[in-house]
Every structure is written in structure tokens, then in C-alpha cells.
């Protein structure tokens, strides 16, 4: 076990077997940021690619207070009776102090986190833009070769989580509420085009009228915005977790919407894309990391913020300056 190549087939050998506790200790792996950690995980990670890529990615967004968290629970027993093993990658506000986590996903999921086909992963987001976990999408992977048939990912809603999300799954749904302001002001342009579907929660009890005034709003809204996608009309559908009506409805679209796309060849172009967008954010958030980590940088860095708080050089001028750096390219 000393020897990182005997590191990383312990890892592999771990997940592939879908020991729950070695896969823990692998995402944990993945998710630190020594060195020494980072480049085991790449390594682990090349080594689980071919067992990758057959699991529904699911990303799932809402406004405050839709109940994502009680419909991922519940559209999570769904899929389990029906044979699937689920992965919830749920990621949290971070501690602007601490970094650590602020939200428990398991005590938020509580039916669902005792489920034997059922694996919860709470992961402080870390600061990073868009609300998404730093390592999501490698965990998604290690989930994948566990044996998971369907990962969730749930974002905090905040920012530019959406377009982070999207930008890592299948299926990307948004969770409305009825009620709750102006309908056609809340489905902004941007989320409009990464929706695969729009889900009103809460449709039960007095809301349920309200839920279907509501979707007629979206579909209007959706029409006028017209379709982004050449084979797929994203649908306004509604569901109550509370009465558990609507769930079944909600994964048969994410199916036809998998088997539409994947007979287009559509599902395999969109992952390839997805792909080579993730290593150009990784290389680029690399490239900052260096920057940043560079010597001469360090050293220079804080004269010319003082300069620039002192107006006796331009941001613009400053930015160049350092970017012309030569040293710091070594």
C-alpha cells in the first residue's frame, strides 16, 4: 500500500467491487488538494473511465423553496423501486469561514439515506462559481463505476450553477413554484435554454389550480422563447411530492428524452463536448492556480494593488503588467 501504483490499483479494485467505503475514501481523495492526493486520483480516474458513461446524469435546479430536496428524495424511492441504483451528489453552501459545509443532505433525505441502492454525497461547494462542488464531475464518474445507474446532481440555485450543471448532465430540470410571484418573470432566458423540463412543485391542496394556471404561463413563456434544441421541446409538467403524483410522469420524460437523443447520436456528441469543455475549465483553472502560485507574482503582486488603490496605475495597465510578466510564464 506504500507504493502509489499499489495505491491506486486498492482504489479501483474498491470501487469496481462498490465497497461504499472505499469509494468514500476515493471521492475524499479526489476532492483534496495535495499534490500528492491529485495525482493518485487522475491516475485512479484513467484507470475507472471504461467502466464510465452508461449511467443517466440528471442535473436538477429550483428557485428558494421549491423542495428539491424532498422531490430528489422521492423521485429517488421512485427509481430505487424500479430497480435503479442512485447517486445523489448534492452540493452545499459553503462557509464563507470555514469553507465547510452548511447544509446535511442525509438529514435532509432521511428515507432516501438509508436505502441499501441509495448513495448520498453532501460536498461543500468551496466558493466555486455556479455553486458546483470543484470535483463534481469526477465523483460523478467514480459513482459511475460503482455501479450507478443514475447520478443527481443538486445545485444550490445560486449564481451560475445552472450553466455549471448543465454544462455535466443528460437531463437538466428546473423546479418552479406556483404562486410565487410572477411566472413568466421567473424563467429567465438563460435557465430557459438549459431546461430540459420545467417542473412545478407542490401541486396539491390549494395550489393545485394556481400549478396549472402556472404551467400554462411557462408554456406560453417557453413558446414565445422558442426551442433550443432541433429534437426536443422541453415540457412543463407538475408534481406533488406530498401526494407523490407527477414523479412517474417526470422520469418518463427523462427517458424519452435519453431515447430520443440517444437514436439521434445526439447523447454521445453532447458528452464528447462536455468533455473537452471540462478539461478547458481545468486548464484554465490550472493556468490561475500557477499564476497565482508563482514567486515573482507573489512578489509583485502586492505593490501593484497598492498602485492601483492609489490611482497611480490603471487596472487595465496593472492586469498587463503582470500578465506580461515573462517570468511568471516559467
Known amino acids: 500500500m506504500n507504493r502509489p501504483q499499489n495505491k491506486v490499483q486498492y482504489y479501483v479494485q474498491g ?5 461504499r467505503f472505499i469509494l468514500a475514501k476515493t ?5 483534496s488538494s495535495l499534490d500528492a492526493h491529485q495525482e493518485i486520483a487522475g491516475a485512479i480516474i484513467d484507470r475507472l473511465l471504461p467502466y464510465t458513461g452508461k449511467a443517466i446524469r440528471l442535473g436538477i435546479t429550483g428557485v428558494p423553496g421549491a423542495g428539491k430536496s424532498s ?19 448534492a452540493v452545499d453552501p459553503s462557509s464563507t469561514r470555514s469553507g465547510g459545509s452548511i447544509l446535511a443532505d442525509k438529514t435532509r433525505m432521511e428515507k432516501l439515506a438509508v436505502e441499501k ?3 448520498i454525497r453532501p460536498s461543500p461547494s468551496g466558493g466555486t462559481l455556479g455553486g458546483v462542488a470543484r470535483k463534481t464531475r469526477e465523483t460523478m464518474l467514480i459513482c459511475e463505476a460503482a455501479g450507478f445507474d443514475v447520478i443527481i446532481i443538486e445545485t444550490v440555485g445560486v449564481g451560475q450553477s445552472e450553466t455549471a450543471v448543465a454544462s455535466m448532465v443528460d437531463f437538466f430540470l428546473v423546479l418552479m413554484l406556483a404562486g410565487a410571484g410572477d411566472e413568466i418573470q421567473g424563467i429567465k432566458k438563460g435557465v430557459s435554454e438549459l431546461a430540459d423540463a420545467i417542473v412545478i412543485n407542490k401541486a396539491d391542496g390549494d395550489n393545485t389550480v394556481k400549478s396549472e394556471r402556472a404551467k400554462k404561463d411557462y408554456e406560453t413563456a417557453l413558446h414565445f422563447l422558442g426551442s433550443f434544441s432541433p429534437i426536443w421541446k422541453p415540457p412543463v409538467l407538475t408534481c406533488s411530492v406530498l401526494e407523490m403524483k407527477g414523479i412517474d410522469k417526470i422520469w418518463e420524460t427523462v427517458l424519452d428524452h435519453r431515447q430520443l437523443f440517444e437514436a439521434a447520436g445526439e447523447l454521445e456528441a453532447k458528452r464528447k463536448l462536455q468533455a473537452v469543455d471540462w478539461m478547458r475549465s481545468l486548464l484554465e483553472e490550472g493556468l490561475k492556480q500557477r499564476f497565482y502560485s508563482n514567486h515573482d507574482v507573489k512578489n509583485m503582486l502586492p505593490k501593484i494593488k497598492r498602485d492601483v488603490e492609489k490611482g497611480i496605475i490603471a487596472p487595465a495597465n496593472a492586469a498587463q503588467k503582470l500578465l506580461g510578466f515573462e517570468k511568471c510564464l516559467k
Do not use: P, R
Request: hydrophobic content about 55%.
Open 117 to 119: 441502492k441509495a448513495f
Open 71 to 89: 422531490f430528489i428524495e422521492s423521485l429517488g424511492i421512485t427509481l430505487i423501486k424500479k430497480g435503479h441504483n442512485l447517486a445523489v451528489l
Open 27 to 31: 471521492i475524499t481523495l479526489i476532492e
Open 15 to 19: 470501487v469496481l467491487k462498490q465497497d
